[in-house]
């Protein structure tokens, strides 16, 4: 069946580096990939997304970067800061009416070493 | 303020017993979700709505309910048939076509079996 490989699971960086997560998916017609974080105790909250007609989304310090033909997409993080610390997933869905299959990857944790 | 709200935050089961979770969204969405989060895991998906008084087993729907009588409701019943229910629990709502699917994310319940 369809699923989504995230890597890696956890993952330390220095405060001011940058982060980078990646995920591969295993459905050719996914067209709709979103990215949650998630802190402690807490639903997660989209982030970033990034649909299958652009390559790269930037939002200020999180970019997002998308190659079809791979079918692989990687989240950035720069200039990373103690409160970016929290589980990121990923995700891969197909989007447009009577379709509603999510795949979340497993997940990674960010640690932002001050 | 729009958005899916949860309830109770806290919730204890004991054995044998079967206990209903709460949500409620007004964001006018006509899909709804249920996922389990494990500690230290990712998403799966329980049962989900596309439309009122419809609903489909997800992934581990095996010792769960749901009702779906109005559009912004979605109760869980976690029964006494569910031998491991100890888990943080996961409403989520989304459009249906249009401009896409974005699932958002309430913030969850934490049951535990006493």
């Known amino acids: 069946g369809e699923n989504v490989e995230q890597h890696p699971s956890t993952l330390s960086v220095q405060e001011g580096d940058s982060a980078v997560i990646k995920c591969t998916y295993s459905?050719?017609?996914?067209?709709?990939f979103p990215w949650y974080k998630q802190e402690l105790g807490k639903g997660p909250q989209l982030i970033i997304d990034?649909?299958?007609?652009?390559g790269e989304k930037k939002d200020q310090r999180i970019a997002v970067t998308l190659n079809k033909t791979a079918k692989h997409f990687s989240l950035h993080i720069t200039e990373t800061q103690p409160e970016d610390s929290a589980v990121y997933f990923c995700?891969?869905?197909?989007?447009?009416?009577?379709?509603?299959?999510?795949?979340f990857g497993t997940g990674t944790r960010l640690k932002v070493l001050a | 303020d729009g958005g899916i709200t949860q309830s109770p935050k806290y919730l204890f089961r004991k054995e044998g017993q079967n206990v209903t979770l709460s949500c409620e969204q007004n964001?006018?969405?006509?899909?709804m979700y249920w996922y389990r989060q494990d500690p230290g895991q990712g998403l799966r998906l329980i049962y989900y709505?596309?439309?009122?008084?419809?609903?489909q087993k997800g992934d581990i729907a095996e010792g769960y309910s749901v009702s779906r009588e109005k559009k912004e409701s979605f109760p869980l019943t976690v029964t006494s048939a569910q031998k491991n229910p100890t888990a943080f629990y996961l409403c989520?709502?989304?459009?249906?076509?249009?401009?896409?699917?974005?699932?958002?994310f309430g913030e969850g319940s934490w049951l535990t079996v006493v």
């Open positions: 989520a709502s989304s459009s249906t076509g249009g401009s896409g699917n974005t699932i958002y």
């Open positions: 459905d050719s017609a996914s067209n709709y």
């Open positions: 990034i649909r299958s007609n652009v």
């Open positions: 995700a891969a869905t197909t989007s447009g009416s009577g379709t509603y299959k999510y795949i």
């Open positions: 964001l006018n969405h006509d899909a």
């Open positions: 709505s596309q439309i009122v008084n419809d609903f």
